[in-house]
């Protein structure tokens, strides 16, 4: 089965130094019926503005995860963590019995584009963990990059919950074996794609379920990113 989401239909909000596209119910976009995906509780596109970002804030029992599509995020935390990343570079905690961090785009000009993803993680009170990859751009060139994945994985970043993210920058067809009792949910960050003979555009995204084999064809120059983790 296959659902298409598209963009017009996310909830938004733009407080002027952050603009954001919800993928579910979070802050003012309040929909019942749009809580979540399996585990995936929040995937927020946001356009934070130069010179501004999210002050130092707290997080429990939730594992999160940045996607740097454009500009430069800086990381704070009360762990004592400080870091710069780029585009394709990822951040992520798992906040365990509390953290608190800030995000800020630090640059003079330049927007930030980031994907913030939190994920529900296993059990509640797990110790903390926090880190981050510089990917290269050419380890996602026209391949399935595993950028996160479970303990047991084999992505470079590993958290607690039984889940992998994959991202790609690809102009050519590219297959994804989806396994039995698995589920995916697929964002188009840029470009075009056909996803298993639906169309995607920048800022779609698609859920799918009881499906054998996930198929990309890029129609433009694709940037994409998807969550595979347990049907529920």
Known sequence: MIKKLPKEHMGTSNLGWLESRFHFSFAEYR???NINFGVLRVLN????HPQSGFDMHPHSNMEIISYVVNGEITHKDSMGNSETLKRGEVQYLSAGDGIYHSEHNLHKS????????WIIPPFAGLPRLYGSHQYKEEERQNRLLNIVSSQNGDSKIKI????????SELDKELDYKIKKDRQVYFVQIEGSSNINGTLLENGDAMEIVDEDI???KPITKSHILFIEMQKK
């Open 214 to 216: 996930l198929t990309i």
């Open 31 to 33: 929909n019942p019926n």
């Open 160 to 167: 607690y919950q039984d889940i992998n993210i994959f991202v």
């Open 45 to 48: 596109d946001d356009i934070v």
């Open 110 to 117: 330049e927007d930030l584009r980031l994907l913030q993803i």
